[in-house]
Protein backbone atom coordinates (compact mmCIF):
# COMPACT_ATOMS: atom_id res chain seq x y z
CA UNK A 1 0.00 0.00 0.00
CA UNK A 2 3.16 2.60 0.93
CA UNK A 3 4.95 2.14 -2.72
CA UNK A 4 1.14 2.55 -4.28
CA UNK A 5 0.85 5.85 -2.35
CA UNK A 6 4.40 7.15 -3.00
CA UNK A 7 3.77 6.08 -6.94
CA UNK A 8 0.77 7.90 -7.11
CA UNK A 9 2.45 10.95 -5.61
CA UNK A 10 5.21 11.03 -8.21
CA UNK A 11 2.77 10.84 -11.16
CA UNK A 12 0.97 13.56 -9.82
CA UNK A 13 4.47 15.60 -8.87
CA UNK A 14 5.49 14.39 -12.36
CA UNK A 15 2.73 15.44 -14.67
CA UNK A 16 2.22 19.35 -14.07
CA UNK A 17 6.15 19.91 -14.37
CA UNK A 18 5.89 17.92 -18.15
CA UNK A 19 3.31 20.02 -18.65
CA UNK A 20 4.78 23.19 -18.07
CA UNK A 21 7.90 22.36 -20.24
CA UNK A 22 6.07 21.79 -23.26
CA UNK A 23 8.83 23.41 -25.32
CA UNK A 24 12.01 24.67 -22.91
CA UNK A 25 14.14 26.29 -25.51
CA UNK A 26 11.73 28.79 -26.84
CA UNK A 27 10.01 31.42 -25.01
CA UNK A 28 7.62 34.00 -26.92
CA UNK A 29 9.34 37.42 -26.34
CA UNK A 30 6.42 39.48 -27.64
CA UNK A 31 3.43 39.58 -29.42
CA UNK A 32 1.85 42.24 -31.99
CA UNK A 33 -0.65 43.14 -34.75
CA UNK A 34 -0.23 45.02 -37.82
CA UNK A 35 -3.08 46.65 -39.13
CA UNK A 36 -3.49 46.14 -42.89
CA UNK A 37 -6.60 48.48 -43.81
CA UNK A 38 -6.43 52.14 -43.48
CA UNK A 39 -8.39 52.09 -40.76
CA UNK A 40 -8.11 49.21 -37.72
CA UNK A 41 -10.66 48.32 -36.35
CA UNK A 42 -12.31 46.94 -38.18
CA UNK A 43 -10.00 46.49 -40.57
CA UNK A 44 -7.82 43.49 -40.50
CA UNK A 45 -4.81 43.05 -38.41
CA UNK A 46 -1.78 40.39 -39.18
CA UNK A 47 -0.78 38.86 -35.56
CA UNK A 48 3.43 38.29 -35.13
CA UNK A 49 4.72 36.54 -32.40
CA UNK A 50 9.10 36.84 -31.75
CA UNK A 51 9.68 33.67 -30.53
CA UNK A 52 13.27 32.88 -29.15
CA UNK A 53 14.55 29.35 -29.74
CA UNK A 54 17.71 28.18 -27.97
CA UNK A 55 17.73 24.66 -29.19
CA UNK A 56 21.00 24.50 -31.76
CA UNK A 57 17.58 22.70 -34.49
CA UNK A 58 14.94 23.54 -36.58
CA UNK A 59 11.91 23.37 -34.14
CA UNK A 60 8.80 22.68 -35.28
CA UNK A 61 5.62 23.72 -33.03
CA UNK A 62 1.89 23.32 -32.84
CA UNK A 63 0.39 26.51 -31.30
CA UNK A 64 -2.42 27.71 -30.14
CA UNK A 65 -3.60 31.77 -30.59
CA UNK A 66 -6.18 33.92 -28.84
CA UNK A 67 -7.32 36.75 -30.48
CA UNK A 68 -8.66 40.10 -28.93
CA UNK A 69 -12.21 38.69 -30.15
CA UNK A 70 -12.07 35.66 -28.41
CA UNK A 71 -11.50 33.41 -31.75
CA UNK A 72 -8.58 30.68 -31.23
CA UNK A 73 -6.30 30.25 -34.31
CA UNK A 74 -4.44 26.98 -34.12
CA UNK A 75 -1.65 26.04 -36.82
CA UNK A 76 2.11 25.16 -37.01
CA UNK A 77 5.31 26.58 -37.81
CA UNK A 78 8.96 25.73 -38.20
CA UNK A 79 11.40 27.72 -35.94
CA UNK A 80 14.77 28.47 -36.77
CA UNK A 81 17.51 28.91 -33.88
CA UNK A 82 17.91 32.64 -32.12
CA UNK A 83 15.39 34.81 -32.36
CA UNK A 84 12.41 35.27 -35.13
CA UNK A 85 9.42 37.49 -35.74
CA UNK A 86 6.63 34.64 -37.22
CA UNK A 87 2.59 35.38 -38.37
CA UNK A 88 0.36 33.61 -36.36
CA UNK A 89 -2.47 34.51 -38.42
CA UNK A 90 -5.16 37.20 -39.56
CA UNK A 91 -8.08 38.96 -37.40
CA UNK A 92 -10.34 41.90 -37.01
CA UNK A 93 -9.38 43.14 -33.82
CA UNK A 94 -6.20 44.80 -33.00
CA UNK A 95 -4.23 43.96 -30.49
CA UNK A 96 -4.47 46.40 -27.32
CA UNK A 97 -1.14 48.50 -26.83
CA UNK A 98 -2.43 49.02 -23.06
CA UNK A 99 -2.21 45.52 -22.26
CA UNK A 100 0.81 44.44 -19.87
CA UNK A 101 3.00 43.07 -21.58
CA UNK A 102 2.52 39.35 -19.90
CA UNK A 103 -1.25 39.66 -20.37
CA UNK A 104 -0.01 39.59 -24.47
CA UNK A 105 2.27 36.66 -23.89
CA UNK A 106 -0.78 34.26 -22.59
CA UNK A 107 -2.34 34.00 -25.86
CA UNK A 108 0.02 32.07 -27.28
CA UNK A 109 0.25 28.76 -26.27
CA UNK A 110 2.70 26.14 -27.21
CA UNK A 111 0.85 23.17 -27.65
CA UNK A 112 3.29 20.81 -28.90
CA UNK A 113 7.20 21.20 -30.05
CA UNK A 114 10.09 19.25 -31.04
CA UNK A 115 12.77 17.87 -33.97
CA UNK A 116 10.27 15.57 -35.98
CA UNK A 117 8.45 17.69 -38.78
CA UNK A 118 5.05 16.26 -38.41
CA UNK A 119 4.59 18.24 -35.46
CA UNK A 120 3.53 21.06 -37.63
CA UNK A 121 0.79 19.25 -39.28
CA UNK A 122 -0.51 17.78 -35.90
CA UNK A 123 -2.98 20.76 -35.05
CA UNK A 124 -4.79 19.87 -38.16
CA UNK A 125 -5.76 16.50 -37.01
CA UNK A 126 -7.38 17.42 -33.64
Excluded: Q
Excluded at 24 to 45: H, I, N, Y
Excluded at 55 to 72: G, H, Q, S
Excluded at 79 to 94: D, I, M
Aim: net charge positive.
Amino acid sequence: MRIWKSTVVALFLLVPSKALAICPETSVKALDGVCLDAKCPPGMTAYMATIENKFPNLLYITYAFRRPDKALITAGLTLKPGVSRLPLGFGPAVLPISEEHDTRLGRLRILECGANPDIIYRWRKK
